[in-house]
């Protein structure tokens, strides 16, 4: 083989790695949503509720302080286990050497981290206010912030292809949940501002990333982007507890196995998924990487249907049957239209995400 | 002046006097950094360096390939310069690095 032939091998695999990455990120944020609900009903988070309307709290803001009760544990069960992986990877001196250099690099993963706080949180808040379907939905449009971004702010180049293919899949992830919030049209407010910090909060969190990603190994940086969110979340819990509500009381319910399989699972799926979904950002590009990832919508709905059974999985009831699953089926079709557009575009396209020159 | 930094930091820097191999980029970092001095570690810097061209920061300025297995036989051998974006990162680092003993 000569020179252009592996040169033009290394360009189609860099994108399939970049693709690849994308998918996992969809999979594991797919398979997160099984512990993610399955942890409400534990006493590690089902207690808070009870202990902060005990406490005097509205009901409202019992909700509000159970969610972000759950966005503190999954940040910092995902800082935790992530120096596992990258003591495993033998990366943990580069996590020091990248953690001094706050100036230079550092500062962009505390903004990726407090976005991304505020669009996990957000996502909590929609689900809990609205439903389920309006948090992913609203959280889906996340990949249109991030490629506008990309491309005014980043200069990232970002291919006609690339253009429609984030479009289809956007489509897609709407359409597989419009049977469920045509079945329940209620709004709430506190839902829809929920559902806005999602989408900003995940496509500003992308930008700030990728901004540091030009110099940081992935596995570093999104390691600092989770020690950051962990870090911000134990201060919002001590301003709490200081503010007259014992948020840490279910805490040693930490130490039953059960719960703790629970902490672990959504740790493990919700850190591998982010490490995916950073290390596609330089293989791939921001707008790519994005939209390829936001396939977590299809991969939600196929292992909540898997694991909850599609009633529950799908939230429908005798009358909604056909509307829910009709959506839920069309929009993977959908979904599976856009990520093949992706998938066949020509790999040196994406050689070069950006002009440096 | 960046030793000790991240890995992606000095290979802007080694850059700085003009293009390098990948092989000699990857051979003398890899004896700068602790645990990076084996084929997993240069293996790491060599992925560095093709996250860092695909972000436009260095750019592939030709390439040969290594059938004596000096790196890796069959792969390639590129040769990596800075880009005016990567130059203008460097000069910014310059200013903003923090040189600590790790």
Not at chain 1, 203 to 230: N, Q, S
Not at chain 1, 278 to 285: A, E, N, R, T, W
Request: with cysteine.
């Amino acid at each position: 083989m000569d020179v252009n032939e592996i040169r033009h091998l290394d360009h189609d695999r860099k994108k399939k790695i970049g693709l690849l990455m994308g998918v996992l990120c969809a999979l594991y944020w797919g398979v997160w949503y099984v512990p993610g609900y399955a942890i409400y009903m534990s006493p590690l988070v089902d207690d808070v509720y009870q202990n902060m309307l005990d406490a005097g709290a509205a009901e409202d803001l019992a909700l509000v302080f159970q969610a972000l009760f759950l966005t503190f544990i999954n940040a910092v069960a995902c800082a935790v286990l992530l120096f596992i992986w990258n003591g495993g990877l033998g990366k943990n001196r580069e996590l020091v050497r990248t953690f001094v250099q706050f100036k230079s690099d550092t500062k962009y993963y505390v903004i990726a981290g407090i976005c991304g706080a505020c669009a996990v949180s957000g996502t909590y808040l929609a689900a809990l206010f609205l439903s389920p379907g309006f948090a992913a939905v609203a959280g889906l449009l996340y990949p249109i912030v991030g490629t506008a971004m990309s491309v005014l702010y980043l200069k990232q180049k970002v291919s006609k292809r690339a253009y429609y293919a984030v479009i289809v899949l956007i489509v897609g992830g709407i359409t597989l949940y419009a049977g469920s919030i045509i079945a329940d049209p209620t709004v709430q407010i506190y839902g829809i501002i929920g559902g806005l910090m999602a989408a900003f909060g995940w496509g500003f969190e992308g930008v700030a990333a990728a901004k540091a990603l030009d110099l940081t190994e992935p596995d570093i940086g999104i390691h600092l982007r989770f020690i950051f969110e962990a870090l911000f979340w134990t201060c919002v819990m001590i301003v709490i507890l200081i503010c007259g509500f014992p948020i840490f009381d279910s805490i040693g319910w930490l130490f039953d196995p059960t719960t703790f399989l629970m902490v672990l699972m959504i740790g493990f799926s919700f850190a591998w998924c982010y490490v995916s979904w950073y290390k596609s950002f330089p293989m791939i590009g921001l707008a790519r990487g994005q939209a390829i990832g936001s396939l977590y919508a299809a991969c939600g709905v196929i292992f909540l249907a898997m694991f909850l059974g599609p009633e529950v999985g799908l939230g429908y009831t005798e009358d909604t049957m056909v509307m829910i699953v009709g959506s839920t089926i069309l929009g993977l079709i959908i979904c599976l239209f856009g990520a093949y557009l992706l998938a066949t575009e020509d790999s040196e396209e994406m050689a070069s995400i950006r002009d440096g020159n | 002046m960046m030793e000790n930094t991240p890995v992606k930091f000095r290979i802007l820097e080694f850059l700085e006097n003009g293009p390098k191999r990948t092989d000699e980029i990857c051979f003398a970092l890899s004896k700068e950094y602790k645990g990076y001095d084996n084929a997993y570690g240069r293996g790491m810097i060599k992925f560095d360096c093709i996250e860092m061209a695909s972000y436009g920061l260095i750019s592939d300025d030709g390439a040969i390939v290594d059938e004596e297995g000096i790196l890796d036989k069959g792969k390639l051998l590129t040769t990596y310069s800075l880009t005016s974006y990567g130059s203008d990162y460097l000069d910014y680092l310059k200013k903003t690095v923090k040189v600590k003993k790790v």
